[in-house]
């Protein structure tokens, strides 16, 4: 069977698309799967007034390991005043337990906070969880 060039060229081309495509979803898949880490958050009083010490547990959504090494910022919002308050996001630092980070947080008032776990590593992901915040008044 002979072939015009155009046919040739088109089906080559057809091949190299079809070779990239395949490749970039290769690459792309180990990402698709990644997922930020399931976090539970506790907080308590850190004897000045509206100031908590975060203790956050981070394990892995499909495993449940712990998971070490990640590097996030812990931040808050009051969602019945959006945008009222403007909490400055402080570093998480890892703990001696598998799996937990520490964080300290100035509020600036009790009630129910959107406590926000912005990831870096282990995936780029935003957490956020509720949280009630209260008893540290003074």
């Known amino acids: 069977m002979i072939l015009s060039y155009s046919t040739a060229a088109r089906r080559s081309l057809r091949r190299a698309c079809t070779l990239a495509t395949l490749v970039v979803l290769a690459t792309a898949l180990p990402a698709a799967h990644a997922a930020a880490p399931d976090a539970r958050i506790a907080c308590k009083p850190a004897g000045t007034a509206y100031a908590y010490d975060c203790a956050i547990d ?30 400055t996001p402080v570093d998480a630092t890892p703990d ?23 990831f870096s590593v282990p995936v780029r992901d935003r957490v956020v969880r509720r949280v009630r915040f209260q008893g540290s008044a003074g």
Request: no cysteine; charged share 20%.
């Open 58 to 87: 981070l394990a892995d959504p499909h495993t449940r390991a712990p998971v070490d090494g990640a590097r996030f910022t812990v931040t808050a919002d009051m969602p019945s005043m959006p945008m009222a308050h403007n909490i």
């Open 96 to 118: 001696s337990q598998p799996g937990r980070y520490r964080a300290r947080l100035a509020l600036e008032m009790d009630g129910v906070w959107l406590v926000k776990l912005t």
